[in-house]
């Protein structure tokens, strides 16, 4: 009876309330990378090769976990009321305009990196025009956005600075991909460019979210953070050179990341770590 007792303490109501974030990141890795075990569990077991449709069929399974656990920790933080407020968060678009010319940076980083490798490198980096990429990235941002940016977020900055919740999030977000990973960019498998290519794939993950937060920061709007997103993902998905090897694309990932960061250098100095224009109207 003591044990049963404690194991149920241990995922109480009030247990999670004490440790929202961490709680938090525990409900959306397990629902994300259970749903994703349990549908190559049957491949893994007898030792087969989990096939490339198994593997982008985890994606969707995977996009329920940010969502689900950021409506179920928005749920106990304060019910309805906490609902509500998300979903006005979600519809929030009155902010000045200049904001949304920020989706373009994705893109135009991506565009100039694979022009700037096809010159220099090999033609193999000139980039796809995959449109129907743009869907992939809609579907992830307005999904899984509810969870990162509606909740984990201003959970986060709460008690740290939105530049640290921002990196730490990123970090989180970036490895919450390692089931699929091996399925994302066009260069599947990367075989021994794996480690490479994830290493890069977490970094820019983790600039592209303080970018995201940067928008959020100064906006309140969960839609904007939800398009960034899309746009991030879709231009990733639509560009993306169809005949380059695992290691150019590895590459070009990296030099993404950099410049990405580079990005959010500028925007640091410019912002602070609040990411806001905050520190004008108090000094």
């Not at 009321?81 to 920020?102: H, I, K, Q, T």
């Not at 100039?112 to 743009?134: D, E, K, Q, T, Y």
């Amino acid at each position: 009876m003591n044990s049963e007792s404690g194991a149920v303490s241990i995922f109480s109501e009030d247990r999670i309330r004490l440790c929202p974030v961490t709680s938090y990141f525990v409900l959306t890795f397990a629902f994300s990378w259970g749903g994703a075990l349990l549908l190559t569990a049957p491949k893994l077991i007898h030792g087969e090769v989990v096939p490339k449709f198994t593997g982008l069929m985890m994606f969707p399974v995977m996009l329920l976990g940010p969502s689900t656990a950021g409506i179920v920790m928005t749920w106990i933080a304060g019910g309805r009321g906490s609902l509500r407020d998300l979903y006005l968060r979600m519809r929030r678009v009155r902010f000045p305009p200049g904001w949304y010319a920020a989706l373009l940076l994705p893109s135009i980083v991506v565009l100039s990196i694979l022009h700037f490798f096809r010159a220099v490198v090999s033609p193999a980096f000139a980039p796809n025009f995959f449109l129907v990429g743009l869907s992939f990235g809609l579907i992830a941002g307005f999904v899984e956005e509810i969870g990162w940016m509606g909740y984990a977020f201003p959970a986060m900055a709460r008690k740290q600075s939105a530049l640290l919740s921002a990196v730490i999030l990123g970090f989180m977000w970036g490895v919450w991909h390692m089931p699929v990973v091996d399925y994302l960019g066009t260069a599947t498998p990367h075989g021994s460019y794996w480690m490479a290519y994830f290493f890069s794939f977490v970094a820019a993950m983790m600039a592209v979210r303080v970018l995201i937060a940067w928008l959020y920061a100064n906006t309140g709007s969960v839609l904007l953070a939800q398009l960034m997103h899309a746009s991030s993902t879709g231009a990733l998905v639509v560009f993306s050179p169809p005949r380059v090897t695992a290691g150019q694309e590895a590459l070009w990932y990296g030099a993404y990341a950099l410049v990405l960061w580079v990005l959010v250098a500028v925007v640091v100095g410019v912002y602070g770590s609040d990411l806001t224009c905050r520190r004008e109207s108090q000094s």
